[in-house]
């Protein structure tokens, strides 16, 4: 068979069916999108829509979420602006997933079944969703042109891919403008970010084997090269060598920074927010826990001589799961906590950092204890006393809306009921996944890097013969660093979990996982593409 033949068949064999899988996946979130509408919204989505019809923001929810809400609520008048975006976001984000996986693998239709499974996440008008649904866009779109979109460099280079960069930053800005303590997450998304646009060119220390292929490394735009003297060899699989680790961990560190003064910017100087001090409760958790613990009052005189504060109630009533029961009791009798002004979150802070100072054991016993319970590794509830699945209307808004009766999702999400008892909704399980697709990733690299490393073909790429292809451009696709990319994408699901150690907010909701989700969704997009590039036929070089 001749050497055109087997490219036009390679071709054939090679190019996704686009129309079959708008048509099938715009037909399920279409479903969805009739399922759950208007939407789903908790006491803080009234809160935010408050701020929608006020164009008045505060710091407490962000102000971004509130901010993109009314503008689309001024667009169209409707409040269900920001259920259909977030919908039509989620569509994008299927596209993405199923982008590159074949409508007869296995992997599509899995695919499809988590995305409908895991579709109470966008219907639920949060910033925890909107920014779930940034992040993973931005993320797919970054590893698609930092893997040169499956080997063709043009795809990395060219017009598209600097649009799809711009879009990319955007997207990473955005989400973290929503909510801005997920800028430890960031960190590997912005290594992602750094390697399409190649900021950094060099050479790697050492001395290099001429017979080593060299390998892109993610971050630096650069060549390492695997088996050389450059460094340790599971450095190599990270895409790190001794002399440009630290410029491409400045450089992250450096974008994020600018992000985050970008996100606190338009916070206080575009949109006015005014400050609701979100961290006084924090402060107020670890007083509370270190006075419990050390048998010492704690508190600056500006609190203990409010009228509803109880030192011995506080005590007793406190758990270092979450603050949020003190500040809001359930009974609806007064907080003992004021609501806090300059002044006094001024005094707390510095009550609070010595405490600290004076207890650093005690504080991090009480942070420990706290984030056993919002990893659910402890648990204070029943299964049904956490908020799992938010698929419901909080009755009491300015609008009156209620959710109408409605037997097939009755029916659709009854599944959700079901599994309370189950460790799906625990953090500390997508936790767990996140970690493990991270390794597993990062195995893989590494074994492909060796692969490479002791392959003589003499190409100037990391070729994985066992788990790389050749595509029409005459390209071979980067195995070590398509997995490079995606361990980058799980390392943000694990940090975005860990990170909430000094931070976490409440252990019965789980709309601090959305974020986790969506990695381990990436993760089995990630799986099955490439299983499909392994099975697909070489061409002759």
Same mark, same amino acid.
């Given at each position: 068979?001749?050497?055109?033949?087997?490219?036009?068949?390679?071709?054939?064999?090679?190019?996704?069916?686009?129309?079959?899988?708008?048509? @099938?996946?715009?037909?399920?979130?279409?479903? &969805?999108?009739?399922?759950? =509408?208007?939407?789903?919204?908790?006491?803080?989505?009234?809160?935010?829509?408050?701020?929608?019809?006020?164009?008045?923001?505060?710091?407490?929810?962000?102000?971004?979420?509130?901010?993109?809400?009314? =503008?689309?609520?001024? !667009?169209?008048?409707?409040?269900?602006?920001?259920?259909?975006?977030?919908?039509?976001?989620?569509?994008?984000?299927?596209?993405?997933?199923?982008?590159?996986?074949?409508?007869?693998?296995? $992997?599509?239709?899995?695919?499809?079944?988590?995305?409908?499974?895991?579709?109470? @996440?966008?219907?639920?008008?949060?910033?925890?969703?909107?920014?779930?649904?940034?992040?993973?866009?931005?993320? &797919? =779109?970054?590893?698609?042109?930092?893997? $040169?979109?499956?080997?063709?460099?043009?795809?990395?280079?060219?017009?598209?891919?600097?649009?799809?960069?711009?879009?990319?930053?955007?997207?990473?800005?955005?989400?973290?403008?929503?909510?801005?303590?997920?800028?430890?997450?960031?960190?590997?998304?912005?290594?992602?970010?750094?390697?399409?646009?190649?900021?950094?060119?060099?050479?790697?220390?050492?001395?290099?084997?001429?017979?080593?292929?060299?390998?892109?490394?993610?971050?630096?735009?650069?060549?390492?090269?695997?088996?050389? *003297?450059?460094?340790?060899?599971?450095?190599?699989?990270?895409? #790190?060598?001794?002399?440009?680790? #630290?410029?491409?961990?400045?450089?992250?560190?450096?974008?994020?920074?600018?992000?985050?003064?970008?996100?606190?910017?338009?916070?206080?100087?575009?949109?006015?927010?005014?400050?609701?001090?979100?961290?006084?409760? &924090?402060?107020?958790?670890?007083?509370?826990?270190?006075?419990?613990?050390?048998?010492?009052?704690?508190?600056?005189?500006? !609190?203990?001589?409010?009228?509803?504060?109880?030192?011995?109630? &506080?005590?007793?009533?406190?758990?270092?799961?979450?603050?949020?029961?003190?500040?809001? +009791?359930?009974?609806?009798?007064?907080?003992?906590?004021?609501? +806090?002004?300059?002044?006094?979150?001024?005094?707390?802070?510095?009550?609070?950092?010595?405490?600290?100072?004076?207890?650093?054991?005690?504080?991090?016993?009480?942070?420990?204890?706290?984030?056993?319970?919002? !990893?659910?590794?402890?648990?204070?509830?029943?299964?049904?006393?956490?908020?799992?699945?938010?698929?419901?209307?909080?009755?009491?808004?300015? !609008?009156?809306?209620?959710?109408?009766?409605?037997?097939?999702?009755? #029916?659709?999400?009854? =599944?959700?009921?079901?599994?309370?008892?189950?460790?799906?909704?625990?953090? #500390?399980?997508?936790?767990?996944?996140?970690?493990?697709?991270?390794?597993?990733?990062?195995? *893989?690299?590494?074994?492909?890097?060796?692969?490479?490393?002791?392959?003589?073909?003499?190409?100037?790429?990391?070729?994985?013969?066992?788990?790389?292809?050749?595509?029409?451009?005459?390209?071979?696709?980067?195995?070590?660093?398509?997995?490079?990319?995606?361990?980058?994408?799980?390392?943000?699901?694990?940090?975005?979990?860990?990170?909430?150690?000094?931070?976490?907010?409440?252990?019965?909701?789980?709309?601090?996982?959305?974020?986790?989700?969506?990695?381990?969704?990436?993760?089995?997009?990630?799986?099955?593409?490439?299983?499909?590039?392994?099975?697909?036929?070489?061409?002759?070089?």
């Amino acid at each position: 068979m001749s050497r055109l033949t087997l490219l036009n068949i390679s071709t054939r064999n090679q190019r996704p069916n686009r129309p079959a899988k708008i048509l @099938i996946t715009g037909l399920v979130i279409a479903w &969805l999108f009739c399922l759950f =509408m208007p939407g789903s919204y908790g006491a803080d989505s009234w809160s935010q829509f408050h701020q929608v019809t006020t164009g008045a923001y505060d710091d407490w929810f962000g102000g971004a979420f509130s901010w993109t809400w009314r =503008m689309l609520w001024l !667009l169209t008048g409707n409040y269900q602006s920001m259920f259909v975006l977030q919908m039509v976001l989620y569509w994008v984000f299927l596209l993405l997933l199923v982008r590159r996986v074949p409508i007869r693998s296995i $992997g599509f239709w899995a695919l499809l079944l988590l995305v409908a499974f895991f579709s109470f @996440i966008p219907q639920y008008v949060m910033r925890d969703s909107l920014t779930s649904l940034l992040w993973g866009i931005a993320a &797919l =779109m970054l590893a698609e042109v930092g893997e $040169g979109a499956g080997g063709n460099r043009e795809a990395s280079t060219g017009k598209g891919a600097h649009e799809g960069k711009v879009i990319a930053t955007f997207l990473l800005v955005f989400g973290l403008w929503i909510r801005t303590n997920t800028v430890v997450a960031l960190l590997p998304l912005t290594w992602l970010f750094v390697s399409p646009f190649e900021l950094f060119k060099g050479r790697s220390s050492g001395t290099a084997v001429r017979s080593t292929p060299a390998v892109p490394v993610p971050g630096t735009g650069s060549s390492a090269t695997h088996g050389s *003297r450059s460094g340790s060899p599971w450095l190599g699989a990270f895409g #790190w060598t001794r002399r440009i680790r #630290w410029k491409s961990l400045l450089l992250s560190l450096a974008v994020c920074g600018v992000f985050l003064f970008t996100a606190q910017t338009l916070t206080y100087r575009v949109i006015h927010a005014t400050k609701a001090y979100p961290a006084f409760k &924090l402060k107020l958790l670890d007083l509370t826990g270190i006075s419990k613990l050390s048998g010492e009052n704690l508190f600056p005189p500006i !609190l203990t001589r409010y009228s509803y504060f109880h030192y011995d109630t &506080l005590l007793r009533q406190y758990t270092p799961a979450s603050f949020d029961d003190i500040v809001w +009791p359930p009974d609806g009798r007064p907080s003992m906590i004021p609501y +806090p002004d300059a002044a006094m979150d001024s005094i707390v802070t510095r009550s609070w950092l010595s405490a600290i100072g004076r207890h650093p054991l005690l504080y991090l016993r009480n942070r420990w204890e706290g984030f056993l319970y919002y !990893l659910r590794i402890r648990q204070r509830f029943k299964s049904g006393g956490y908020w799992n699945v938010s698929v419901w209307i909080e009755p009491n808004n300015a !609008l009156h809306v209620q959710q109408a009766p409605n037997d097939l999702r009755d #029916w659709f999400t009854g =599944m959700y009921t079901s599994l309370s008892p189950t460790c799906l909704y625990s953090p #500390w399980f997508w936790l767990f996944l996140n970690t493990a697709a991270f390794a597993g990733f990062l195995y *893989r690299s590494r074994r492909a890097a060796k692969k490479a490393a002791g392959s003589d073909s003499g190409v100037n790429d990391s070729v994985d013969t066992h788990s790389s292809a050749t595509h029409t451009d005459g390209h071979r696709f980067s195995a070590v660093r398509y997995w490079q990319l995606h361990a980058w994408i799980q390392l943000s699901g694990v940090l975005y979990t860990l990170s909430q150690f000094p931070v976490y907010q409440h252990d019965r909701d789980f709309r601090y996982s959305y974020w986790n989700v969506f990695v381990t969704l990436i993760a089995v997009a990630a799986v099955a593409g490439r299983r499909v590039y392994t099975a697909r036929p070489k061409l002759p070089l």
